[in-house]
């Protein structure tokens, strides 16, 4: 999983370039939000950004709502690290599209925890868009039938849009995944050959022909 961190003070984002590279993640690193930004549009997409909430320039809010912004197939895990703890400023990170906060000075166990838990977000979301994906590829090979269909009440022949008629098994073989074989019914067998309808054994004709 790869991971961006931005933050503005060097020694915090060396602990968590050190922490997060031991925790066996791929790890990237801004020194602001204007960088960040940058590396995400040129290096993305990022499954997890770190990022202080305090930076020069670009705030980390701000970079949150940037990035929530962009038409991304998978959205990343955005955990924002931040030394405001007030009730009002962790309600205005989350609706800037934070996922998850960390207060300053934050534990170790606690980070690590917290990414654990987006990483479980992180991979439940990619089962999903998998998912996601196969159902439109299945629905994309699937043709049905639907509405009224004029048949002939004699020969069945189906009148299709153009005003033709086509037989039923050529007009649901263009307009579905069916295929078709040919045999005999025991009343066709009795009426078109009788002579071996009348020995019992109608495994004489071949359904093809």
């Not at 790869?2 to 990237?28: F, H, K, P, Q």
């Not at 709502?65 to 038409?71: A, M, Q």
């Not at 955990?79 to 599209?97: F, N, P, R, W, Y």
């Not at 934070?98 to 000075?105: E, F, L």
């Amino acid at each position: 999983m790869s991971i961006l961190i931005a933050e503005d003070d060097a020694v915090s984002r060396r602990v968590l370039e050190r922490m997060l590279t031991n925790w066996g993640y791929a790890v990237e690193s801004a020194s602001d939000g204007e960088i960040a930004w940058e590396q995400i549009r040129a290096n993305g997409p990022f499954s997890m950004i770190v990022l202080d909430w305090m930076m020069p320039g670009m705030s980390g809010v701000e970079l949150c709502r940037r990035v929530r912004d962009e038409p991304l197939s998978i959205q990343p895990h955005i955990i924002l690290v931040t030394s405001k703890s007030q009730d009002e400023d962790i309600i205005a990170g989350l609706d800037a599209g934070a996922n998850d906060y960390v207060t300053k000075p934050f534990q170790q166990a606690e980070l690590r925890a917290r990414v654990r838990a987006g990483l479980r977000i992180i991979e439940l979301q990619m089962s999903l868009a998998q998912r996601v994906a196969e159902l439109e590829e299945a629905l994309a090979h699937v043709k049905t039938l639907q509405g009224i269909l004029p048949i002939c009440m004699y020969c069945h022949k189906i009148r299709t849009d153009d005003e033709s008629w086509q037989r039923i098994e050529q007009y649901i073989s263009a307009h579905s995944e069916a295929t078709f074989s040919h045999s005999l019914c025991p009343e066709c067998l009795a009426e078109h050959y009788p002579e071996v309808a009348n020995q019992g054994d109608t495994n004489k004709m071949d359904p093809q022909d």
